[in-house]
């Protein structure tokens, strides 16, 4: 029997783990990755905005979490897989077959990256799908490229690559693009950048390499192919909550709802981070709402 049980070793699950640790409480922290950190890992940016601290990517940042991590004395489970959880008995199955129990559940299993689930996302991985504009705009220079979406995130890297790229075309399924006003004024001053709204990438084409892709205009009626050597999706993001979706209150999104003190609408289970955070899915609202939920944990198992 643990005091928590934290499931998820990024930003919002390790800085839970440290609180805990810190307070006094017995914690092991399960996590499916190989290596702690979670989007941490897909951070090619800079982080100038983690208030006293600046690091050059996420695994910068990883590397100072990590020696605090290591200096801790909580359990650290990584690529441990979870079978089923049943969160009002704090019970959790392991694909091993073992059984673990704890007074408290934290759920800090981040978010994903949405796909686009169509033909040619998958087979070109590696092959001209483009992971980040940051990380793969010299890779990618001299090459005519294509960006989807239509948020900060599409629009930065379109920006990103129409430093180094003859074209970027931008394909948005809505009606105009969502990104904030900085970012839209700055692509209307660039020449070398196209945006079809109201349309969607149907198809990824191509031999060995991405070479196209097929576009889906709202009102064409054939969709057209445009030549094109790499494919960055910025759709958006989805909470990971598929272990335990059914046992708890989520918003229309899928989102983990809780209230001020990180609690889930089950006794003695919490979320923190990205999962229960459409708002501000940032690292320090992740760490944040780690030391919350650590501190409201510590209240209810320590006898006033
Ligand atoms: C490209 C990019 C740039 C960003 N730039 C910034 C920035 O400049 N500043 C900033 O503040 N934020 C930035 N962010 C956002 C920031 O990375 C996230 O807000 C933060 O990582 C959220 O932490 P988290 O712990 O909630 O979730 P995650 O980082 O998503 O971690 C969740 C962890 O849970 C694990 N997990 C999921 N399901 C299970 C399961 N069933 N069992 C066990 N483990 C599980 C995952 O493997 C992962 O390790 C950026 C994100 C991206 C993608």
Redesign the pocket.
Known sequence: MHDVII???????LSTAYWCDELGLDTLV????EE?????H????P?N??LGLKARN?EELLERFAADVDAAEFDLWTQ?S?SSVDLRARRILLASGEELQSIAIVI????RARELGVPGEKEFAGKGMIK?GTRDRELFAGQDVCVVGGGD?AVENALLLAAVCPTVTLVHRGKKLRARREFIEQLQSMHCITVFTESVVTRIIGDEQVEAVEIKRKHALKPFQLAVRGVLIRIGVEP?TE?FSEQLETDERGYVVVNSQQETTVPMVFA????SNPVA??????TGAGATAAKVIASRLTPR
Do not use: F, H, K, M
């Open positions: 499931i998820g070793a990024g930003p919002a699950g399960l996590e499916q990755a702690i950190g979670g989007q941490l897909r951070v090619y940016n982080i905005n983690y996420g441990t979870i800090a299993t981040g978010v980040s995130a990971n272990l923190v981070g990205d999962v899915p940032t690292i320090s609202s992740a």
